[in-house]
């Protein structure tokens, strides 16, 4: 199936490299992006706002995850739930959990629930709590490709668009 996801960046990213992200975020250091275009635009206004006279530019691509599955290894993740806590927590602390994947999706560790991870990496809330108040939200989905043979071959840049921060 083909579908539109967006990168929310301050610069055009036409050829996306899967080494250029931190080792130590949600899903690991690869290319991120989603399904969700407001989440990828509040994202590029957050990222060219850390950079004087950048504007915030949202890469628009086609991927095609047809038989993705039978080339390459998938992790998804539906909820917030006991396994993307750990992996979140793992990736966080630097264990690299998603070493062997070449696509992990699912929930963004945003503002909505990292207090809820932070505590529960703290040690100051159990992972009942944890999970309870995860199960609180519906994830904003995130795509991090982390095998450069999957942007090559399946990551089509379509555009990009400068947003206008008001």
């Known amino acids: 199936m083909k579908r539109i ?3 929310g960046s ?8 899967v080494t250029c992200g931190r080792s130590d975020l949600d899903f690991g250091q690869g290319f991120y992006l989603t399904d969700i275009r407001e989440q990828a635009e509040k994202w590029a206004v957050i990222v060219s706002g850390r950079k004087p006279l950048s504007q915030p530019i ?41 070493l062997g994947y070449d696509i992990v999706e699912g929930g963004v560790a945003n503002d909505r629930v990292i ?19 995860l199960s609180l939200h519906q994830p904003n989905n995130q795509v991090c490709i982390l095998n450069q043979e999957i942007v090559n071959e399946r990551l089509i840049f379509i555009g990009k668009e400068v947003l206008n921060v008001i």
């Open 58 to 98: 949202l890469n628009v691509y086609e991927f095609d995850d047809n038989l993705l599955l039978a080339k390459f290894k998938c992790l998804y993740f539906a909820h917030y739930d006991e396994d993307w806590l750990r992996f979140v927590v793992q990736s966080r602390l630097g264990l690299k959990p998603w």
């Open 10 to 17: 301050d610069s055009i990213v036409e050829k996306p490299d």
């Open 115 to 133: 207090d809820t991870v932070e505590n529960y990496m703290a040690g100051t809330m159990p992972a009942d709590i944890a999970l309870q108040q």
């Open 5 to 7: 996801l967006y990168h």
